[in-house]
C-alpha cells in the first residue's frame, strides 16, 4: 500500500532549474535510504544521487556540482534540485525508498511513477 507520489517534471530550458519532489505515503514504519534514477528510451535505469537517513550524499558523476538530493524526514518527501540542466539531462525520473512497513520484518524497495524531465530550447 506504499506509494511514491512524484509532482513536477516538465519542459525545461538549458541551463535552466527544476526541482522534484517525492512524498511517500501508506503503512510507513520507517524510511531508510532514498534516491533518484532516471532512464533513457532503450537505455538501462541509472542511479543519479541517493541520501541515507542520516544525511550522506552520493551522486552520479554526470550530476555532480549541478544536482542536489534533499530529503525532509517529517514529510516523508525526497526532493532532487536539479540547475544547469543539459539536453542530455532529458530522462524520466523516478524516485526510489527502502521503505519498513508497519506490518513487515523487512526493509524492501519502493518505486515512483516516474516523471518526464525535458531540456530543450
Known amino acids: 500500500q506504499v506509494q511514491l507520489v512524484e509532482p513536477g517534471g516538465g519542459l525545461v530550458q538549458p541551463a535552466g532549474s527544476l526541482r522534484l519532489s517525492c512524498a511517500v505515503s501508506?503503512?510507513?514504519?520507517?524510511?531508510?535510504?532514498m534516491g533518484w534514477y532516471r532512464q533513457a528510451p532503450g537505455k538501462q535505469r541509472e542511479l543519479v544521487a541517493t541520501?541515507?537517513?542520516?544525511?550522506?550524499?552520493n551522486y552520479a558523476d554526470s550530476v555532480k556540482g549541478r544536482f542536489t538530493i534533499s530529503r525532509d524526514n517529517a514529510k516523508n518527501t525526497v526532493y532532487l534540485q536539479m540547475n544547469s540542466l543539459k539536453p542530455d539531462d532529458t530522462e524520466v525520473y523516478y524516485c526510489n525508498g527502502y521503505i519498513l512497513t508497519s506490518g513487515s520484518g523487512a526493509y524492501r524497495a519502493y518505486w515512483g511513477q516516474g516523471n518526464q524531465v525535458t531540456v530543450s530550447s
Open positions: 501508506g503503512n510507513i514504519f520507517s524510511i531508510n535510504t
Open positions: 541520501i541515507t537517513s542520516s544525511g550522506n550524499t
